[in-house]
């Protein structure tokens, strides 16, 4: 009788009276029979439904006995209730994703199956790959981002100020405000079309995960290699920036200039680094907004003191707004602008770490936008005070010397307290370093998920939920990379001059990929969210925009000015677009992806 109005088995009523619910509701009649209450038909449909909503058997049991003993009042009744079915519905909600993912997977491959039989090609649902899927549950316990990395959204702006003033003014002359002018006004349309994708697609794989689906896989695995040479180059010229102001540091206290020197300040910088995203993300985070605060301070202190010294001499001119002041003309400027672009190059980390803060979507373009503006104002700002403090005949002997042109500028304002320079150059490379690290670990884990690159690097750390494997990788591919440049051109700053116009020449590549992305996937994916200013017109501006300057800074500019520091770039960079193209055919041909992604007579799915 007690199974019928319960619905519940003779063993698992059993199953419960065994484990104490029951005692207080059983009599005991004559034969031995077991004579059960109303009041057990009640507490058994109660601890049913109670496990149906997630609460455990000794849950059940502490809240069975408070119950009896009346310590459980009405008031926590209703909080543990409405807790359950929170829980509930944040349960039904990931169900719902993940029909959702199942169900586009179904479409994809129903559509394969109807283009097979018909003979014809399939391209228009491919899958995204997994790793960058959306809120799923299980994506729960992978890499954890806080809120507060909204710092990492930002580039550190000292290093770009102390490094790419000093070849822009001697590319140029005084104009290096204009030219972060112009750098701005370039950045914009990508910057407004990461801002478009991002926030639809907010994913760990950023450009390669976007134009893997707004056209094919093949697309998404090309820009992927170009995407992680982006990124790693970055690596190289903050190694660049550590080693020059870790030996800048070491002089200032009698020790000798050595390249050896830089070499250790390196590897310094590596160990810190590991030490703190080897730990948690979260950690890095902070170190990089405490970081970026100190150093913006310092920076803003000596433009102030620059500004208000040589305009009490009455030194203050206007020509750093004038383009008539420019030094080179036009192929300078053109030169100058490769730097500018470079000090641009950070605001699309907000779209690497988006999917992992749970960044409101809505939020995501204005902070995309928002860091490159931000950052833009700054340099235009202190590139103007930096232009008004010395002759800038006086550049390239500071450069000869080994030392960025602000430090000596500094001594020449602060006297003995340039070391606050030296300072912050070293904790603002540290911080751009901790951050992007794990930004370009995250591009290879991402890969590795999908197994477009080696699996290895897409699995996570158990303890600390970090990709362990990659961020090895990175680490050590940073270091290494970085001294084989070093001893080839001589000099720390050669090196760095060089990794820098890599890095925009792969940076512009990237752009032109995510500009063409925002007008595919919003025509095919987003129709009813298709905006002609915001997803035509202004990606074409961007593309317009990005192949004029590659191809007039790099195949105009670079390629007439030298093998070391013009032409080997340029040489470099095209050898390695085409390996990816290798790359991508080689997957083709052997590659089969356990993410749904089958390369199959030259058809994606």
Same mark, same amino acid.
């Given at each position: 009788?007690?199974?019928?109005?319960?619905?519940?088995?003779?063993?698992?009523?059993?199953?419960?009276?065994?484990?104490?619910?029951?005692?207080?509701?059983?009599?005991?009649?004559?034969?031995?029979?077991?004579?059960?209450?109303?009041?057990?038909?009640?507490?058994?449909?109660?601890?049913?439904?109670?496990?149906?909503?997630?609460?455990?058997?000794?849950?059940?049991?502490?809240?069975?006995?408070?119950?009896?003993?009346?310590?459980?009042?009405?008031?926590?009744?209703?909080?543990?209730?409405?807790?359950?079915?929170?829980?509930?519905?944040?349960?039904?909600?990931?169900?719902?994703?993940?029909?959702?993912?199942?169900?586009? +997977?179904?479409? @994809?491959?129903?559509?394969?199956?109807? @283009?097979?039989?018909?003979?014809?090609?399939?391209?228009?649902?491919?899958?995204?790959?997994?790793?960058?899927?959306?809120?799923?549950?299980?994506?729960?316990?992978?890499?954890?981002?806080?809120?507060?990395?909204?710092?990492?959204?930002?580039?550190?702006?000292? $290093?770009?100020?102390?490094?790419?003033?000093?070849?822009?003014?001697?590319?140029?002359? $005084?104009?290096? $405000?204009?030219?972060?002018?112009?750098?701005?006004?370039?950045?914009?349309?990508?910057?407004?079309?990461?801002?478009?994708?991002?926030?639809?697609?907010?994913?760990?794989?950023?450009?390669?995960?976007?134009?893997?689906?707004?056209?094919?896989? !093949?697309?998404?695995?090309?820009?992927?290699?170009?995407?992680?040479?982006?990124?790693?180059?970055?690596?190289?010229?903050?190694?660049?920036?550590?080693?020059?102001?870790?030996?800048?540091?070491?002089?200032?206290?009698?020790?000798?200039?050595?390249?050896? !020197?830089?070499?250790?300040?390196?590897?310094?910088?590596?160990?810190?680094?590991?030490?703190?995203?080897?730990?948690?993300?979260?950690?890095?985070?902070?170190?990089?907004?405490?970081?970026?605060?100190?150093?913006?301070?310092?920076?803003?202190?000596?433009?102030?003191?620059?500004?208000?010294?040589?305009?009490?001499?009455?030194?203050?001119?206007?020509?750093?707004? @004038?383009?008539?002041?420019?030094?080179?003309?036009?192929?300078?400027?053109?030169?100058?602008?490769?730097?500018? &672009?470079?000090?641009?190059?950070?605001?699309?980390?907000? /779209?690497?770490?988006?999917?992992?803060?749970?960044?409101? #979507?809505?939020?995501? $373009?204005?902070?995309? +936008?928002?860091?490159?503006?931000?950052?833009?104002?700054?340099?235009?700002?202190?590139?103007?005070?930096?232009?008004?403090?010395?002759?800038?005949?006086?550049?390239?002997?500071?450069?000869?010397?080994?030392?960025?042109? &602000?430090?000596?500028?500094?001594?020449?304002?602060?006297?003995?307290?340039?070391?606050?320079? *030296?300072?912050?150059?070293?904790?603002?490379?540290?911080?751009?370093?901790?951050? &992007?690290?794990?930004?370009?670990? #995250?591009?290879?884990?991402?890969?590795?998920?999908? #197994?477009?690159?080696?699996?290895?690097?897409?699995?996570?750390?158990?303890?600390?939920?970090?990709?362990?494997?990659?961020?090895?990788?990175?680490?050590?591919?940073?270091?290494?990379?970085?001294?084989?440049?070093? &001893?080839?051109?001589?000099?720390?700053?050669?090196?760095?001059?060089?990794?820098?116009?890599?890095?925009?020449?792969?940076?512009?590549?990237?752009?032109?990929?995510?500009?063409?992305?925002?007008?595919?996937?919003?025509?095919?994916?987003?129709?009813?969210?298709?905006?002609?200013?915001?997803?035509? +017109?202004?990606?074409?501006?961007?593309?317009?925009?990005?192949?004029?300057?590659?191809?007039?800074?790099?195949?105009?500019?670079?390629?007439?000015?030298?093998?070391?520091?013009?032409?080997?770039?340029?040489?470099?960079?095209?050898?390695?677009?085409?390996?990816?193209?290798?790359?991508?055919?080689?997957?083709?041909?052997?590659? /089969? /992806?356990? *993410?749904?992604?089958?390369?199959?007579?030259?058809?994606?799915?």
């Amino acid at each position: 009788e007690l199974e019928k109005k319960t619905g519940l088995t003779r063993h698992t009523i059993r199953f419960y009276e065994k484990e104490g619910f029951l005692e207080n509701y059983i009599r005991r009649g004559e034969n031995n029979y077991r004579d059960y209450s109303e009041d057990a038909v009640v507490l058994l449909l109660n601890i049913k439904a109670g496990q149906a909503a997630g609460f455990t058997l000794a849950e059940l049991k502490e809240l069975v006995e408070a119950d009896e003993m009346n310590e459980l009042t009405i008031h926590m009744k209703v909080v543990l209730i409405r807790q359950k079915m929170d829980a509930i519905d944040k349960r039904k909600a990931e169900l719902d994703r993940v029909q959702t993912y199942l169900a586009s +997977i179904l479409a @994809s491959k129903l559509a394969l199956l109807h @283009s097979e039989e018909n003979g014809s090609d399939h391209d228009d649902n491919c899958t995204i790959p997994e790793v960058d899927r959306l809120s799923l549950p299980e994506r729960r316990i992978q890499w954890h981002l806080p809120n507060s990395q909204v710092g990492l959204c930002l580039p550190d702006q000292q $290093p770009v100020l102390y490094f790419n003033w000093g070849p822009m003014s001697i590319a140029t002359g $005084p104009i290096t $405000p204009l030219i972060y002018m112009l750098a701005l006004l370039i950045s914009l349309p990508t910057a407004i079309s990461y801002a478009m994708v991002s926030k639809e697609i907010p994913a760990a794989g950023q450009a390669y995960t976007w134009l893997w689906h707004a056209f094919r896989p !093949g697309y998404g695995l090309w820009t992927g290699a170009i995407l992680v040479l982006y990124y790693v180059s970055g690596l190289w010229i903050v190694n660049m920036f550590f080693a020059v102001f870790f030996g800048e540091f070491l002089r200032y206290f009698g020790v000798p200039a050595s390249p050896i !020197g830089g070499a250790i300040g390196m590897l310094i910088m590596a160990a810190i680094t590991a030490i703190v995203v080897y730990r948690d993300i979260q950690f890095t985070a902070r170190v990089a907004l405490g970081f970026m605060i100190f150093e913006t301070g310092v920076v803003s202190a000596l433009a102030l003191t620059i500004v208000f010294v040589q305009g009490s001499h009455g030194k203050l001119s206007l020509a750093p707004f @004038s383009f008539p002041s420019a030094t080179a003309g036009f192929n300078g400027i053109s030169t100058a602008v490769i730097f500018g &672009i470079l000090s641009f190059i950070g605001y699309d980390y907000a /779209c690497v770490v988006a999917e992992e803060t749970k960044t409101p #979507r809505r939020l995501i $373009p204005i902070a995309v +936008i928002l860091a490159a503006v931000t950052v833009g104002v700054f340099w235009m700002l202190g590139s103007y005070a930096y232009s008004e403090s010395i002759p800038l005949s006086q550049l390239p002997g500071f450069i000869s010397s080994g030392f960025t042109p &602000i430090t000596p500028i500094a001594k020449i304002y602060w006297g003995p307290g340039n070391i606050l320079i *030296t300072i912050t150059g070293l904790t603002a490379s540290l911080g751009i370093y901790v951050a &992007i690290v794990p930004a370009t670990a #995250r591009i290879l884990f991402a890969m590795g998920r999908d #197994r477009s690159l080696p699996q290895s690097l897409g699995k996570l750390n158990a303890r600390h939920q970090v990709p362990f494997n990659a961020l090895t990788v990175v680490l050590i591919g940073g270091f290494v990379g970085a001294l084989v440049m070093v &001893i080839l051109q001589q000099s720390y700053f050669n090196a760095y001059v060089w990794f820098g116009e890599l890095s925009v020449f792969f940076a512009l590549v990237t752009y032109i990929a995510v500009n063409l992305a925002s007008i595919s996937f919003y025509r095919r994916f987003r129709p009813q969210k298709f905006n002609v200013v915001w997803n035509l +017109i202004v990606p074409i501006v961007g593309i317009g925009i990005d192949l004029y300057i590659l191809w007039q800074s790099f195949f105009v500019a670079l390629t007439g000015s030298g093998f070391a520091l013009g032409q080997s770039v340029v040489l470099f960079a095209v050898v390695w677009c085409l390996i990816a193209v290798v790359y991508v055919a080689a997957l083709q041909v052997f590659v /089969c /992806c356990d *993410t749904g992604v089958h390369f199959n007579q030259g058809a994606y799915s």
